[in-house]
DNA sequence: TTATTTTTATTGAACGGTCAATTAATAAAA
DNA sequence: TTTTATTAATTGACCGTTCAATAAAAATAA
């Protein structure tokens, strides 16, 4: 029964930050979405942070495995950094309205020990999937720069579109303005 | 009298946010750093809501001012990208730890429409300022590209180093990376 | 000048509401 | 019966807001 309850209620805590905002979330919010009683959370999660804490973890590990699946059957440098474009602007249609509780989080992190950890996790994560490809395209110096302004394109991207509440196509628009960033670096740096 | 406390207000609401968060930050927690009572929060602004939303426009107006005092005697357009991105960035250093603060609101502004208001507008403004300049060093199309491109670089590079919790030489680090982004869209785009 | 009233600025206690967490009780399964 | 899963009521802390009371300043009258 534990692992049931337990998706059951990260998936009500996704509903519930993407509805009201972490802020607004509360216990009773999510337990109502998940159609349970409040003292559950504590017996499953040992508490409201627990669960916080949990939801982002699945967040993350649904990122990776994302990227993962797409890349399974192998493919070429320039085609997997597209991959990892995709899998960054995915998590939206993924779950409706995923994109803002990524920000609640990485805003939360800030004032949370144990969130900043996991943002750290993931920032880095973007980096040296995003470095691996490079390095197969380019020399080491070049690659490194062209993942981190690649990471920041991404991110930022992302940014201005969740914060503008973009739609569906507005958010492929920033898709493909990355990946075409991508391509231009490696044709600017590649050999 | 009137303007002075607001100003007080406004000031030790920055700090509050900036150390606890927006999450952890209340009408106690401001008044004690403003060394006032709670109930002037109320009375010189309508209430806690009221405080918050005179921070940002607060915050807004700084960075507009900034950029305004940098280009006040007339500059070249690829200087005047240059002092954009600075002031963009400057925010940093001007107020200890406002970078945080601004992630708290934006994060905040997904789920409030004031907030929303405001952020809509702060991010057109980056975008009509690249787009000016550009405009002056290459074609309408071209220069639009640029602009958005430039915009979401900025905000990237930003997003990241804030996360990480970057000190100033990083900051100084993705500042100088994003003035160099924008110096290869010149040279790419322009006539 | 001094005495008085009026206005302005500020306080802090009280209120109603909500929060996360706990706990005793209950239901179901083993 | 014992264990496991779940509920629902309760607790104590804290939230933002309100408001009657007060202190200080300014205006007016003597």
């Known amino acids: 029964m534990e692992p049931v309850r337990r998706q059951q209620l990260i998936e ?18 999510i337990s109502k979405k998940a159609g349970m009683s409040s003292g559950i959370i504590s017996h499953y ?20 495995r994302s990227l993962l699946h797409k890349t399974a059957q192998g493919c070429s440098p ?29 805003a939360h992190s800030m004032h949370d020990a144990q969130l900043h950890r996991l943002q750290r996790v993931n920032a880095r994560r973007l980096y040296s999937n995003l470095l691996y490809s490079f390095k197969q395209l380019m020399a080491p110096g070049e690659a490194r720069e062209a993942a981190e302004l690649s990471a920041a394109m991404i991110d930022g991207l992302w940014l201005r579109a969740v914060l ?28």
Chains 1, 2 share one sequence.
């Open 78 to 106: 320039e085609q997997r950094l597209m991959f990892i474009v995709e899998a960054n602007f995915a998590v939206v249609q993924q779950q409706r309205d995923t994109t803002r509780t990524w920000l609640s989080f990485w």
């Open 164 to 191: 503008s509440k973009a739609d569906d196509a507005q958010f492929d628009s920033a898709q493909d303005l990355a990946k075409r960033y991508i391509q231009s670096l490696i044709q600017q740096f590649g050999v």
């Open 12 to 29: 009500a805590t996704l509903q519930s930050v993407a509805e009201l905002g972490l802020q607004a979330t509360t216990i009773n919010s």
């Open 45 to 64: 999660f040992g508490g409201k942070q627990g669960l916080i804490e949990a939801t982002v973890r699945y967040l993350l590990s649904s990122l990776q």
